[in-house]
């Protein structure tokens, strides 16, 4: 389902994707003996330690506003045990700061690397005197994949290259356009400049000032002169790897090496098929051998036959291939081939469109998933369901078969939405096939100054897509007559600014029109001609602010108006008796007209949050009036109006999914405040409140009985949650939030008679609670009542910040009901002085010791514990700390911590990352109830001398173990004593 306000976002931008596993990983059985471990050396060059590998990826987070440059980081540690100790081994390296986090990159997603010699050529490529290296190889070989094992590779190697940029070439690119995508890679602003030399001198001189550096440049098609583009030259400063299809462009660009990716060896290529496909048998072999071992080939006809275990339909599949066969000489066609296949076996006809359309985005573009399903329902591609929500759930059903395929490649966005890509070669077979259909018009990301001519708009066209060009206007006499025009892209064309009247006149059949992104300031008056549009896209086109009338598009579905400068909305709107789609959001408009929205009684979708004014002219009345109404992003002006709205639910159906705002102040920040307290999640029913009185003295709230997430800012006049009679009805409730509210002293007043609150809770977020001491506050209950009901039971996640009364986060008898507990972040609490306490702070009585031994207690599905800016935090607890899942810790200015009780039940937790600041607390720290079993080995700051580094090394170990220590050397340190472990 779409969620329509992702202000950062857009689906005509390339999003950088970030491997979900956080980059690579240890070797899982290396290192499992003490004395292997310490045989091998740490180098700070070129080469690395086995089973370490140095990474730049981890930096303390921006929010804590700290100069990291003196901590100290430890990352993807893996437990190993040998003999009864416990080793940590794996990814070591020290924090350089929250801008290297930023700009040095990020791992890119990528799969197991298949092939001869690809464990050798990352040392190959790295030496000093080789400063441009060509990879070539047919398409679909898998090029890409190994360049970007490189690219991931190098980003764990700070102390050989400041930095990594990675920039994907496409086909017909130009000197401008290479030099905007380069300087997009370095964050460099060339937006200004024009004159191709200035662009160029800026770009040297940027790339210069990176220091040693290393150019990705993917897809390469033909040469170019690389002091032209404004890429280094002379010195060392700047290494370039490219890829290409073409020895003879490895060649002219002067590369100093050039490797060739070699289609895989039958073994290879059968260890790829099997991995892809699962079990098979060996009559499966003679299909093995038809792919030709081209990795893009094999993955295709690997996902086309998964889940095929029939002999016969194995035995069909090679003999349509047979048939099919084209003999050519070239490899390439041979892959082209196979693809075709994969794309002729989809299951079904629908499936088969939604491949193909994909082929309308320009190449290496990444597309979200739901903007892609919207514009499948548009066409009719997915075809008409009864509500909304069953068709997006139809399109993200053909897309996951389509990625299972091997024919889309899924990723997920910084912003945690799911996107795919589309190889090349795929696309161009998606190309081919469509123009074998129908007629087709693609000129996408090719620069153009000037719309095509008209003799490229041929007659019968069907869809034509220019998005990502350079065109300015459609020029007056521009008339193309495609009556059979169905679909027209348009949108990314930053620079178009004016469409002349003459543009629309003959396109009477077009049903899709997509403009968003772009300049325009006024649709023509054509426009109001296109009765058979059903979709027309306006989204951010900031500088709209006329649409002519709309009373004839009695056809139109889907009208998305987010963020544009309209001040008034088109004429004809009560016309528009078949929309189902309307988008508000984020513009200026200053009303709604009155009796608009009962005519838009088919509406399923409507969004007006945020508007400037909109919304106080919005009658509650006549949105309650929309019957088939299934998501409903509304802002309430108060509680009243609210109330107003949710007695409608006995006359129209339940919500799908709602967002509701209420309250009428601060609208922007509420938002920004809601986008910061849950940055990763995305919740469909929604309520947030804002400056409303919800205490005993305020007006009665009413909550729908679904809401899954809920957000209170500025509320000052409840003291505790458990007066607010909803939230003992709220069952669905998974997230929590609330801010800047004074009077709140705690969530829950606990008696013997209370009952179950937040037991459904999975995400708490509290942050600037001025009053706020505990989560629970008992009123003569028994210490142990905590026990005896399920609050906070399926607790996942907890952020607290800016608490200035809290003095410890939880009671002894809390953590019964915290086992599913994965993360725990504090940040500004100043007079916090423990974590988990055996006192119960409110009340000032001792936990009984019954209840929990507080020598040890347990939090088995910790993940993470982030401790920052706690300048009184004293402990986290005084027994010891079992957290047999933790994975990641964090420690920021907390100066009276002294000791972290890190264990496990079986010796040391899986820690794969450790965050300190400053260096100084963590040569003080003591480690571990059972320190005696634990061994740390930590390097200082990257790039720092290696007398510094040895200075920060602390190894907390066995009392039957000797210390480990550093010597200094040019470039390379060494373990100059072992230690043994009976």
């Known amino acids: 389902m779409e969620m329509e306000d992702r202000t950062d976002r857009t689906r005509w931008e390339e999003l950088m994707v970030i491997d979900e596993a956080g980059g690579s990983r240890a070797s899982q059985g290396q290192g499992g003996y003490l004395s292997d471990m310490l045989d091998t050396e740490i180098l700070t060059g ?92 047919m398409g679909g070989v898998g090029k890409t994949s190994l360049v970007t094992h490189i690219h991931n590779q190098l980003l764990q190697r700070p102390s050989s290259f400041n930095y990594v940029f990675w920039v994907t070439v496409t086909q017909n690119f130009t000197i401008s356009k290479l030099q905007s995508l380069i300087a997009k890679a370095i964050y460099l602003d060339l937006s200004n400049e024009e004159d191709e030399k200035k662009r160029a001198a800026k770009l040297s001189k940027a790339l210069i000032a990176k220091g040693k550096s290393v150019l990705i440049l993917d897809d390469l098609w033909d040469r170019f002169p690389l002091e032209k583009v404004g890429i280094p030259v002379e010195g060392n400063a700047c290494k370039l790897i490219l890829t290409t299809r073409s020895l003879e462009v490895c060649r002219r660009m002067g590369c100093q090496k050039s490797i060739k990716v070699e289609l895989l ?32 080939g094999i993955i295709a006809m690997a996902g086309s036959m998964r889940g095929v275990d029939d002999l016969h339909e194995w035995r069909n599949a090679w003999t349509e291939l047979k048939q099919s066969e084209v003999r050519v000489d070239d490899m390439e066609p041979e892959v082209f081939h196979i693809l075709r296949f994969s794309y002729m076996r989809l299951s079904d006809s629908a499936l088969q469109q939604c491949l193909l359309y994909c082929a309308f985005f320009p190449e290496d573009f990444t597309v979200d998933r739901e903007d892609l399903i919207g514009y499948l329902i548009d066409e009719g591609i997915v075809q008409p369901m009864k509500s909304r929500q069953a068709e997006y759930d139809r399109g993200q059903a053909m897309l996951n078969k389509l990625e299972n395929a091997c024919l889309l490649q899924s990723y997920i966005s910084k912003e945690n939405y799911r996107c795919f890509k589309m190889h090349d070669l795929i696309r161009d077979m998606a190309i081919q096939r469509l123009r074998e259909k129908s007629p087709i018009l693609v000129e996408v990301g090719e620069q153009l100054k000037e719309v095509p001519d008209e003799d490229d708009w041929k007659v019968d066209v069907m869809r034509v897509s220019l998005m990502k060009n350079q065109f300015k206007e459609i020029p007056s006499g521009c008339s193309p007559m495609c009556p059979k025009l169905s679909t027209l892209f348009l949108f990314s064309n930053f620079k178009l600014e004016m469409i002349a009247d003459s543009f629309f006149v003959h396109l009477q059949g077009l049903k899709v029109l997509d403009l968003s992104a772009t300049a325009i300031r006024e649709l023509p008056n054509s426009f109001s001609d296109l009765v058979s549009l059903v979709a027309l896209y306006l989204k951010r086109c900031e500088e709209l602010t006329y649409i002519p009338s709309l009373s004839k598009l009695g056809a139109l579905r889907k009208l998305d108006l987010r963020y544009t400068a309209l001040e008034e909305l088109p004429q004809g709107m009560e016309m528009l008796s078949n929309l189902r789609y309307l988008n508000l959001y984020g513009n200026n408009l200053k009303e709604m007209p009155a009796g608009i929205l009962p005519h838009l009684s088919q509406l399923q979708f409507l969004s007006v949050n945020r508007a400037s004014g909109i919304f106080k002219t919005v ?180 952020t607290i910040g800016e608490c200035p009364s809290m003095k410890n986060l939880f009671s002894l008898d809390m953590l019964p009901n915290l086992t599913n507990l994965e993360e725990i972040e504090v940040d500004e609490c100043h007079v916090m002085e423990e974590i988990i306490t055996k006192d119960d702070e409110e009340e000032g009585m001792m936990v009984e010791d019954s209840i929990n031994d507080y020598a040890v207690t347990h939090l088995p599905n910790l993940k993470a514990l982030k401790l920052s800016n706690l300048p009184e935090l004293k402990g986290i607890f005084h027994g010891a700390l079992i957290c047999d899942s933790l994975e990641e810790i964090l420690v920021v200015n907390c100066p009276k911590l002294k000791r972290i009780p890190l264990s496990h039940s079986n010796g040391l937790p899986p820690l794969r990352k450790i965050q300190a600041y400053p260096e100084e607390w963590w040569g003080s720290v003591e480690w571990g109830a059972d320190s005696n079993r634990v061994i740390i080995l930590v390097v200082g700051k990257a790039g720092s001398s290696i007398k510094r580094i040895a200075k920060t090394l602390r190894v907390l170990r066995d009392r039957r173990s000797r210390p480990l220590e550093l010597s200094q050397q040019t470039k390379e340190l060494k373990f100059v004593e072992k230690a043994q472990i009976k």
């Open 46 to 137: 070129s080469r690395t330690m086995e089973g370490f590998e140095f990474s730049d990826q981890v930096g303390v987070p921006e929010e804590h506003g700290t100069d990291v440059s003196d901590g100290v980081v430890v990352e993807n540690l893996t437990d190993s045990f040998a003999s009864g100790a416990s080793i940590v081994t794996g990814e070591i390296r020290v924090s350089e700061g929250l801008d290297a986090h930023i700009a040095k990159g990020e791992p890119l997603l990528t799969t197991k690397l298949v092939g001869q010699a690809s464990d050798v050529w990352i040392c190959r490529l790295m030496k000093d005197d080789v400063l441009r290296i060509g990879i070539y190889g």
């Open 265 to 296: 060896t039958k073994e290879e290529a059968w260890t790829l098929f099997v991995e892809k496909l699962g079990h098979i048998a060996k009559l499966r072999i003679n299909l093995l051998q038809r792919v030709f071992s081209s990795t893009l």
């Open 619 to 798: 009658r509650v009345e006549d949105v309650a009036c929309l019957k088939r109404m299934e998501t409903l992003r509304y802002q309430f002006c108060d509680l009243d109006d609210f109330k107003t709205y949710l007695k409608s639910s006995e006359v129209r159906q339940p919500l799908t999914t709602y967002f509701f705002t209420i309250g009428q102040l601060g609208v922007d920040r509420v938002m920004d405040a809601l986008l910061y307290m849950t940055p990763e999640e995305v919740f469909y029913k929604e309520v947030l409140l804002h400056d409303c009185r919800i205490g005993e003295k305020g007006m009665f709230l009413e909550l729908p009985e679904d809401v899954s997430a809920l957000t209170i800012g500025r509320c000052h006049d409840a003291r505790s949650l458990c007066d607010v009679s909803p939230f003992k009805h709220a069952t669905s409730l998974k997230s929590f939030g609330m801010w800047e509210c004074d009077e709140i002293e705690c969530l829950v007043s606990m008696s013997e008679s209370s009952t179950d609150v937040f037991e459904s809770l999975e995400s708490l977020y509290l942050k600037t609670l001025r009053n706020f001491r505990v989560f629970i506050k008992r009123e003569g209950a028994a210490p142990h009542s905590c026990q005896s009901n399920s609050t906070f039971s399926h607790l996942k996640k907890l």
